[in-house]
């Protein structure tokens, strides 16, 4: 009974954690934007790809600490 507890609780907690770091990068990514949409599209592509890039990082840097 307990294992089962411990089990859920566990993908509770990653997925909570997932869902802060990811936010955390959506925010960190859009620091420093004034807000005034003189965004070019080069400009949003870059961000996407970089935020794309942090996320995978991220993801990569937990499943390293699981080992």
Sequence with gaps: MNQIINMIIRQV???VINAGI????????????GGDGAETPEDRAQARQTSRRMKQGARTARKIGRM
Excluded at 22 to 33: H, L, P, Q, S, T
């Design 13 to 15: 907690m990653r997925r």
């Design 22 to 33: 990811n936010k955390g990068v959506d925010v960190f990514a859009n620091r420093g934007k």
